[in-house]
């Protein structure tokens, strides 16, 4: 089966960095998703991941070790707009099909 | 512009009664997904499809239903079955099985009367 745990919540200062951080066990391996998300609207993608190593995106980085089966998202320059859930979710499974499962997500809360 | 359309946004369904929610894509994406999210909880994955005339259920699908006779829709339907199907909706779709991100309508919310 699948399973990915990630904090419930974190609080953060406005300016600062933080790190999300995600682990997952699953059957199978087909790459791992962050995903932003805002009360009441549908997630919005953030970043891939299916190698080892770090992947940058302006302010947003997300890192991957396979053999750990460890994500994290970090999000440098933090806005009030960052405020949100951040939904953690890998692709995987087996006998040719292959889910897209999320984790519970972390709410952020950016504070002035 | 292409897209994810689900439909209506807001639902008010009566107890013991089926009711269909709308998902559509212009995407041309082969899988497609259905999520069931509740008050400030993650993504439950209620069925997926990843071609056509084919579906598997995801980790909740006791009380829905689905079909996916056409490449562009993948309606789910909400049975009387359903002991707590008051929550939101989200479909998803990706252009294939592995590697592409998958994106996202706008939801449905569905309340039970």
């Known amino acids: 089966g699948q399973n990915i745990d990630q904090p419930t919540e974190m609080t953060a200062t406005e300016g600062a960095i933080v790190q999300i951080n995600c682990t997952y066990q699953?059957?199978?391996?087909?790459?791992l998703f962050w995903y932003q998300q805002h009360a009441g609207e549908a997630p919005t993608f953030l970043s891939y991941?299916?190698?080892?190593g770090l992947e940058e995106k302006g302010r947003f980085s997300s890192f991957l070790s396979r053999s750990k089966g460890y994500s994290y998202l970090l999000l440098k320059e933090l806005q009030m707009k960052d405020s949100a859930s951040y939904l953690c979710a890998v692709r995987g499974g087996s006998g040719g099909y292959n889910k897209l499962i999320f984790g519970a997500g972390t709410r952020l809360a950016v504070h002035p | 512009d292409g897209g994810i359309t689900q439909s209506p946004k807001y639902l008010f369904r009566k107890e013991g009664q089926n009711v269909t929610l709308s998902c559509e894509q212009n995407l041309n994406h082969d899988a497609m997904y259905w999520y069931r999210q509740d008050p400030g909880q993650g993504l439950r994955l209620i069925y997926y499809s990843q071609i056509v005339n084919d579906f598997q259920k995801g980790d909740i699908a006791e009380g829905y239903s689905v079909s996916r006779e056409k490449k562009e829709s993948f309606p789910l339907t909400v049975t009387s079955a359903q002991k707590n199907p008051t929550a939101f909706y989200l479909c998803a779709s990706s252009p294939r099985d592995r590697g592409y991100e998958a994106f996202f309508g706008q939801g449905t919310r569905l309340t039970v009367v």
């Open positions: 699953t059957s199978g391996f087909n790459g």
């Open positions: 991941n299916v190698l080892d």
